[in-house]
């Protein structure tokens, strides 16, 4: 009976079913997308959808949509730093010739190939996917007569990196000059200048089907993108719409407090994040060394011709900088992203400027800047890439 007993035992655990440690696998998909919908860094999804198939699949599939990812730091180096902090790395598909980030809706880095002035070429590249947009190596100047001697400021895709591209170009390396350009890549063959008005545009922006601009102390043009009849390629309008001019007085009400010192100003364009309000951030640089630098926001009244006071952005953060700017909804990003601040980040500074950081957080209400995050210097000299 005993060696009965002792042979029928194991017959019997063997037949039990065996118990198991969870996998990360049996995660319910909706349960996934929740934990998804927690990770704001581009980074930390792209390690989210490689832990298995299950998870990559609800990468794809979680709803509601993701909120675009937390933007990253561009340096001149070729490195990229997560924000708000992380380390610099360096993706195989860059090099140190990257000039600016591109538009922050495709997700592009600008890049100019070596080489002197007429062999230089400039093209799109999306770091993470490895796609390369060629651009035009020519531009038809003001004269019509093209030429390889020119420099990209700012580029903006419209409708993906095959369809418009909108450049701020200057024809010298000190943007004095600037004009807006576009071309469609792969069938324009130079870029289409607009009127050389010997204007220094601060900024460019896409809003309402127009590309929009401020120079001097504040002053906002529309221009329209047209088709040509004959060749059927896209070219900026021949006269440029001043829609708001600021004079000596208007320019010291939008200095504010600033008004009675001598200051340098720097003008960004920045679109809501709903599409439908037009905003300039005015970065006050003043010369007295005793005095902080400011930032204000000011919508643009398209109907009264004249830009107005924003006293609260809501819901609303603005990330500015030279090459890339956006207007992002902060309750999306899980309190990384604060409202009612201004993220900035820039490189294009004079040695004379008594500059307090390039780097780092306005808040609106209290007026006070802080550091941009961990390992990020207030020093760093670096634009916005938001990754896609």
Known sequence: MGIGLSKATPTAAAAAPASRHPLWSDLPTDLAGVVLLRLPSHADRVRFSSVCRQWRHAATTAPPPL?????????????????????????????????????????????????????????????????????????????????????????????????????????????????????????????????????????????????????????????????????????????????????????????SSYAATRCERLHYLVVSNEHSKLWMVRWIIPYRHEMKMGFRVLEADMEARRWTDVESLGDEAIFVSTSCSMAVRASSYGGYVEAGKIYFADYERRQEWPIDSTCGVYDLRSKTISPGGPHISDRSSATWFFPR
């Not at 980030?101 to 007429?118: D, E, Q």
């Not at 069938?187 to 809003?207: L, R």
């Not at 089907?209 to 004959?230: M, P, S």
Request: net charge positive.
């Open 67 to 255: 909120p675009p990812a937390l933007p990253w730091l561009n340096f001149h180096d070729g490195t990229l730093q997560s924000f708000p902090g992380g380390e610099r790395r360096r993706f195989s598909r860059l090099n140190r010739y990257t000039i600016c980030a591109g538009s922050s809706v495709g997700g592009w880095l600008l890049f100019r190939r070596p080489g002197r002035i007429p062999r230089r070429r400039h093209y799109l590249k999306n770091p993470l996917t490895g796609d390369v947009v060629r651009l035009p190596g020519h531009c038809d100047d003001p004269t019509g007569s093209p030429t390889a001697y020119f420099y990209i400021c700012k580029v903006i895709v419209c409708g993906g990196g095959g369809g418009l591209v909108v450049g701020r170009i200057s024809y010298r390396h000190d943007n004095a000059d600037d004009v807006v350009a576009c071309c469609r890549p792969g069938t324009s063959p130079s870029w289409s200048a607009g009127p050389w008005e010997g204007k220094c545009y601060h900024d460019m922006a896409f809003h309402d089907g127009r590309i929009y601009t401020v120079a001097g102390r504040g002053d906002l043009f529309a221009h329209e993108i047209t088709i040509h009849k004959r060749t059927q390629q896209p070219m900026v309008s021949d006269l440029a719409t001043q829609i708001i001019q600021v004079g000596l007085f208007e320019s010291f009400f939008l200095d």
